[in-house]
């Protein structure tokens, strides 16, 4: 029980949070090699090495195991040691020992990614060292280049007789983008499938890893007082934002290609809808999760193309300020042509055609270069139905607002009325407020980390299956096709100050139906 209310004129905080008791299952992956393809990239420097490494710092991971990485770039095992360590200095904790021992399990070979005879010595060094490590035939290869290069490798490992499993179990990871939409995703999924069964591949969408993600549905299906308000009965609206203060960085070349709605809805953004919406399966099992997260992309409405300005709002950034340091606009970024009309905002109103959300607004937000870093979803209740203190106060109250706070913070508040203490009769919002992390003094896993340890698990409920990704696409391409193809009546890209909480008609899109954005 929380012990006590601490009040600050805004706040009100939950006192203690009781660890004890807390149900809670440990895992221990299984042993295996980890062959990255692109392994010279940013992706392996920033992201996976870190995580692997912390992932066998604090013992998640044992020494029975190891990594191969790929790539044309010439360097030997001894320079790929070097180029991660520093990686893991700038992007992860360092901790010498730790490292010393990790390294000893990072190898290196430089092969053309098209070579089948890169695929042979990948062969032979895997069954040579499976031997010393002990890794029982386990083998993870995760696609880390180039999408143009996914149906290369693919190909390959399944012409060379990798994809197939005999000592283990044989798994391949393939990063995002995972085609640019339905037409392409469906080929790529032909090539993925026409070397690996679909239970071999772990499709990644790393927000679902993100620890305060997944507890959308611990929140909503391990209590009692949340779910029975969890429908159009008792919601407004729901707001999903995904803001980010980085711009474009040095992804200009892939970002031109994409764009936010490719970059963010088609796959983040998504998810985190289906988590929030998904109706409870029966078992927390990864196959029938994954079957109600495709359940609602099923169920999304398709808005009319010729009405697009009511239900989209796209936005790209021009020069301005990020935490009082003056950036470029989007078209002046390195790489971005100058006349560029890639949307790098987006704000988009869906509607779940389903008994729980019929007539509910959900309005998705996400863009680069915004005011704030800031991911969350925002459930607004309905009004009261009559407000008995109108001719006390005067004025409109607010509604109730559940707010699930992703990043960077990472907490759950609610929003609700009280009396203001005194002699006035006032309302005043508060906030009951539990930061995640509170009371919590355990070890911690990041997105990547997270998904990482489930593969070697084998726990399929944070990826996504292959009908997930084409749902989302056949939702999406009708809308790009319109952006991109025919122009004619498409929406504007408005333009938005770099720092500002994006394009002023975003605004508008909400307050045609007299609601506004939380934007703080
Ligand atoms: P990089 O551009 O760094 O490419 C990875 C490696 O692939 C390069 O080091 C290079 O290695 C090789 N490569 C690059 N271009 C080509 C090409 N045209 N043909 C063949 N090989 C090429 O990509 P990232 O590491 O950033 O990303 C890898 C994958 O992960 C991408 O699909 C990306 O979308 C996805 N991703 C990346 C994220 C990130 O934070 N970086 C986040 C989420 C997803 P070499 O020349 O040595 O062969
Ligand atoms: C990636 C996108 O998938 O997610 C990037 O390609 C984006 O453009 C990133 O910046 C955001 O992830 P996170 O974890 O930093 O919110």
Partial sequence: MPDAFQNDPHEIKVGKVEPRGAPCVEFSPDPSAMVIFGASGDLTRRKLIPALFKLSRTGIIGDDFFVLGVARTEMDSEGFRTAMEEAVKAHGEFETAAWERFAKRLFYISADYGDEGAYAAIASFLEEKEGVFATKGNRIFYVATPPSVYETVTGLLGASGLAGEKAGWTRLVVEKPY?????????LDEAVLSSFSEPQVYRIDHYLGKETVQNILMLRFANTIFEPLWNRHFIDHVQITVAETLGVERRAGYYEQAGVLRDMFQNHMMQVLALASMEPPSVYDPE????????????LRRPPLERMDDWLCLGQYVEGEIDGKAVPGYTEEEGVARS????????????????????VPIYLRSGKRLKKRLSEVSVQFRNVPHLMFKDTIGGEIGPNTLILKIQPEERIQLKFHTKYP??????RDVFMDFSYLEGYRGLTLGAYERVLMDCMLGDKTLFVRKDGVSLSWEFLTPILEYIEKSGKGAPDVNLYRAGSYGPTEADKLMSKDGRRWRNE
């Fill in 422 to 427: 005194g002699s006035r009769v006032c309302l």
């Fill in 340 to 359: 560029s009309q890639v949307p790098t905002f987006a704000a988009m109103r869906v509607y779940i055609d389903n008994w729980r959300w019929q007539g």
């Fill in 288 to 299: 029938l999760v994954r079957d109600e997260r495709s359940k609602v992309l099923l169920a």
């Fill in 179 to 187: 085609g640019r939409d339905t037409g392409s995703a469906r080929r």
